[in-house]
């Protein structure tokens, strides 16, 4: 039997255990309330299930405390005898008072059958659980002498892998030193051929790093000089552009200067002439306007000197102002 099968022997044996403490418990307190309901003051008429329920419930702890220490393989002492067999005739007693002091034969035994049972009942499941668990542990033990004796056979099997891993591990150790010397034989010859590689590697880098560097000097010698001759010619440009720069300075300065003699002679030269006595001719009038214009005298100034009217004096300087503007922007459009 395995214990699968135990468990499911117990789960059975527990079950119907309570199935009848639970009914036996049931058909007590519905048999004795009434007993002791007549046994009772009148008062007191509601104490009547108490004591049912009380012996019942030593019952229940009787058959609880036997499951769990049959379960465990333990032995309570005589005490637990005591309270399950005092338990077992309180029940019965109670439960056939009533038709023993009616003299009903057949009511007491009808009434006995339930402590009876569950007399019989606690006894043969405390028998049925110590079996159960007498069998369990020779089970167990039985297990156990197995697994040890496979434990045993394993020990053995494993000391002769052990051995024999052993006798391998030798033979594999005295070809790994065969190979490694034959491994170090050929790594000495291949570092040797290695050396020399690198060494012939080492010279002709050597060789190839000094015409690389030549190259490379050559080159920045050819690089300074092209730099040296660009420098020159910039400075030579930009000393060029300064001389440039300088004469064109001097140039517009001397032309301003000029320009600005000129029109300080002319200014004099329309002042020193006065007012004119009475209206000039048009085209004379103009050129005086535009002296004026450009010596910057006042409209009432040149109006005085020309004879003619401040309005037509106006529209003049409102024409030499247009054409100032415009050849200002053709100026600008231009550069």
Not at 41 to 50: E, L, R, S
Not at 280 to 302: K, M, P, Y
Request: aromatic share 4%; net charge neutral; hydrophobic share 40%.
């Amino acid at each position: 039997m395995n214990s699968v099968q135990t468990r499911s022997a117990e789960r059975a044996l527990s079950g119907g255990t309570w199935l009848i403490v639970c009914g036996a418990m049931l058909f007590s307190i519905l048999t004795v309330t009434p007993l002791m309901a007549e046994h009772t003051a009148d008062d007191w008429a509601w104490t009547a299930p108490i004591l049912p329920l009380v012996v019942d419930a030593a019952v229940v702890i009787v058959v609880k405390l036997d499951d769990v220490l049959g379960r465990l393989g333990g032995h309570g002492g005589r005490w637990p005898v005591i309270l399950r067999w005092m338990t077992g005739l309180m029940t019965l007693a109670l439960n056939t008072a009533d038709s023993a002091l009616k003299k009903d034969l057949v009511g007491v035994a009808v009434h006995a059958v339930a402590p009876l049972l569950l007399i019989v009942t606690a006894e043969t499941s405390l028998a049925y659980r110590r079996a159960i668990a007498h069998a369990v542990e020779a089970l167990q033990a039985q297990r156990h002498a197995e697994q040890e004796r496979r434990e045993q056979v394993a020990r053995e099997r494993a000391e002769q892998a052990r051995a024999e891993a052993q006798q391998e591990r030798e033979h594999a150790a005295m070809l790994a030193r065969e190979q490694r010397e034959h491994e170090a034989a050929l790594a000495r010859e291949a570092a040797e051929r290695e050396a020399r590689q690198r060494r012939d590697e080492r010279e002709a880098r050597e060789r190839a790093e000094a015409a690389e560097r030549e190259i490379r000097e050559r080159r920045e010698r050819e690089h300074e000089e092209r730099e040296h001759e660009r420098e020159l010619r910039e400075r030579r440009a930009r000393e060029q552009a300064e001389t440039e720069r300088r004469e064109r300075a001097e140039r517009a300065e001397r032309e301003q200067r000029e320009c600005q003699e000129r029109l300080t002679r002319k200014r004099e030269t329309l002042l020193q002439r006065g007012p004119a006595a009475g209206k000039l001719g048009e085209d004379e009038a103009r050129r005086i306007t535009a002296a004026a214009f450009e010596t910057g005298l006042s409209v009432r100034q040149a109006a005085e000197l020309c004879g003619w009217s401040v309005g037509w004096v106006s529209a003049r300087y409102a024409e030499h102002r247009d054409t100032s503007t415009s050849g200002a922007g053709l100026a600008i459009a231009s550069n």
